[in-house]
């Protein structure tokens, strides 16, 4: 990689001002990357952090304010636009196409700026190499809809390096990683900044920002607030600087008294995406008032579990008990009835609808409950108080719930969904990933109505790649790998060591 002589600036953002309507998304923001850095930015939902990422991308125009790339003005005009200036971006949200391979993903980012390059052995070749490289473990010949998380965010990382990007945006790249993984790609982003290029990092964990960062600027409603390094600042510090408040870091937890078996689950098979059975055999009792935690590896058979529970996937064999109701094998609905709330892991491809308005969101799986209809009308005032509080409970950072939904920032959707969920006081909770990509202040308060939930008596299943979140909230810990449960411990005896083990299919615990 060349730098240019004596070259200070690689980027200069100065004065940017982006509105929407009843939004301030930045305010006046300058932000500048130097090469060789990797430069964080920080701050709660809805700060503004994608909107300035997305004007450099070429994605929205600044109203104001201007863009300078070695020290030049620069007009960038759209994602294509972006490339040719060397931007490269992986955003919050994937952006592949489910219906194509790995290898035709890639490449179909290339057509734009290298035409004809859409040979696919050249394409899957290079991606070998890139996975190897880096440690990126990719098969270029399977569909995307066939990979969990984890691995279409290795697709987007991997389809960034391709285009051997001078600046990287890096947009919550390890908000679906495991903690193995983030080790990796955190040793792969120091390696691409010290070849000269620039990088600019988004995440709301605010250790990972410590160990990777070179500088830390912080958002705040849109303006920025302040400048850091790791050096001079901490966890605490950077969580005042961002919330404006102390943020606890882990929820006090009062013992229960666990009641009845709540969820059953009976030597259950559950079918993949991928021809052979995800899930393989497993066996769980989860209680009244207990928090059963399901540590592991994305696409160890959780998400097919989860789905399972949910009634989106029929198992092969076994059975799936609610409240002593067999439901194995129905419908959403009818899995909803039995007592069921769900939080799925992709939240914006199953948890909402992008085109509906907030309100419509909060209310949609329960709008004919008695609260919301009385004899086939919607009642309009109960509605619009219900979603008004939670909006307010959750913070879902927004104008007001007749937004459309599609237009909140990553985390509010996130945050809207779990209002939802979580304000309907299920019998069984089955949360995936409940605080990924939200930020220290919301995954707080997630926290606290999760534990709510348990002392009120609800079961609760949360499946999460991170570690420090499972051992936070559950009673018990089952670790999944390869489709079956290694062991299942007490939170007491549990180590960040010993779940490791299990999770990489080491060691197997018998104490079920
Ligand atoms: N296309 C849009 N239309 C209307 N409002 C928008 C649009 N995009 C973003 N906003 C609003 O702008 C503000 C900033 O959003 P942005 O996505 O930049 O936040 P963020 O800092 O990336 O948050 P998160 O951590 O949740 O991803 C939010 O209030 C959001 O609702
Ligand atoms: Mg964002």
Same mark, same amino acid.
């Given at each position: ?12 953002m ?10 301030i998304?930045?305010?006046n923001?300058?932000f500048?990357v130097?090469?060789g ?14 909107t300035?990422m997305k004007?450099l991308?070429g ?10 790339l070695g ?8 994602p ?10 992986i955003?919050q ?9 790995v290898?035709e ?7 734009s700026?290298?035409g004809?390059?859409? $040979?696919?052995? *050249?394409?899957?070749? &290079?991606?070998?190499e890139l996975?190897?490289?880096?440690? /990126?473990? !990719? ?11 984890g ?5 987007e ?16 790249p390890?908000?679906?990683l ?5 080790d990796?790609v955190?040793v792969i982003?120091r ?11 988004i ?10 960062s070179?500088?830390?600027?912080v ?8 400048e850091?390094?790791?050096?001079e600042?901490?966890r ?21 008294k ?5 969820l059953k689950?009976? $030597?259950l098979y *559950?079918p993949?995406? &991928?021809g052979?059975?995800a899930v393989?055999?497993?066996? /769980?009792? !989860?209680?009244?008032?207990e928090v059963m ?6 696409g ?11 009634g ?7 059975k799936i008990?609610?409240d002593?109701?067999?439901t194995t094998?129905c419908?959403?609905g ?6 069921l ?34 004899k086939g ?14 909006v ?13 939904t599609k237009?909140?920032?990553g985390?509010?959707i ?7 969920e979580?304000?309907?006081n ?5 949360a995936?990933?409940?605080?990924r990509?939200?930020?220290?202040g ?6 606290e ?12 299943l ?10 936070a909230?559950s009673?018990r ?10 062991g ?7 180590t ?6 299990m ?6 615990d018998s104490?079920?």
């Amino acid at each position: 990689m060349t730098q240019l002589p004596g070259a200070g600036h690689m980027l200069e953002m100065k004065g940017i001002t982006k509105r929407f309507p009843g939004v301030i998304a930045n305010e006046n923001v300058h932000f500048d990357v130097v090469a060789g850095e990797i430069h964080t930015l920080l701050g709660e939902n809805g700060a503004g952090k994608s909107t300035l990422m997305k004007i450099l991308y070429g994605l929205y125009q600044p109203d104001e304010g201007e863009i300078l790339l070695g020290g030049r003005p620069v007009n960038i005009t759209s994602p294509a636009n972006a490339i040719i200036h060397g931007i490269g971006m992986i955003h919050q949200h994937f952006m592949l196409v489910p219906t194509l391979t790995v290898a035709e993903n890639v490449a179909l980012g290339l057509k734009s700026t290298r035409g004809f390059l859409t $040979d696919l052995k *050249i394409v899957s070749k &290079r991606i070998i190499e890139l996975s190897e490289t880096f440690g /990126l473990q !990719v098969n270029p010949f399977e569909y995307v809809w066939q990979l969990s998380v984890g691995e279409r965010q290795r697709v987007e990382i991997i389809k960034a390096l391709y285009r051997d990007a001078s600046i990287l945006v890096l947009d919550e790249p390890t908000a679906v990683l495991t903690p193995n993984e983030v080790d990796d790609v955190f040793v792969i982003f120091r390696k691409l900044a010290n070849d000269g290029r620039g990088l600019i990092f988004i995440s709301h964990k605010l250790q990972e920002v410590l160990d990777l960062s070179d500088r830390i600027t912080v958002m705040r409603h849109g303006r920025v607030t302040g400048e850091t390094t790791p050096a001079e600042t901490s966890r605490n510090n950077l969580a005042l600087m961002m919330v404006g408040r102390e943020v606890k870091l882990a929820p006090d937890k009062q013992p229960v008294k666990t009641g009845r078996v709540m969820l059953k689950i009976e $030597d259950l098979y *559950i079918p993949g995406d &991928r021809g052979r059975d995800a899930v393989q055999g497993i066996n /769980l009792e !989860v209680r009244c008032g207990e928090v059963m935690g399901i540590a592991g590896i994305s696409g160890n058979g959780q998400r097919e579990l989860a789905e399972a529970i949910a009634g989106l996937r029929t198992p092969t064999s076994g059975k799936i008990i609610i409240d002593e109701q067999n439901t194995t094998g129905c419908r959403p609905g009818q899995v909803r009835k039995a007592g069921l709330s769900y939080v799925p892991e992709e939240r914006m491809r199953d948890g909402a609808i992008g085109e509906f308005r907030i309100k419509e969101n909060l209310i949609l799986l329960n709008h004919n409950s008695r609260n919301f209809c009385h004899k086939g009308f919607l009642r309009f005032k109960q509605i619009q108080q219900h979603c008004e509080k939670l909006v307010k409970e959750y913070a879902v950072k927004t104008p007001d719930i007749e937004t459309t939904t599609k237009s909140l920032s990553g985390g509010n959707i996130q945050k809207l969904i779990l209002a939802r969920e979580l304000s309907s006081n299920p019998k069984v909770l089955v949360a995936s990933q409940p605080t990924r990509g939200v930020d220290i202040g919301a995954a707080e308060y997630i926290h606290e109505r999760i534990s709510q939930q348990r002392q009120s008596g609800t079961a609760s299943l949360v499946i999460s790649e991170d570690l420090d979140e499972v051992m936070a909230l559950s009673d018990r810990i089952a670790v999944m790998f390869d489709g079956k449960i290694m062991g299942i411990i007490n939170r007491e005896n549990a180590t960040r060591e010993s779940i490791g083990l299990m999770m990489t299919g080491e060691k197997q615990d018998s104490a079920a």
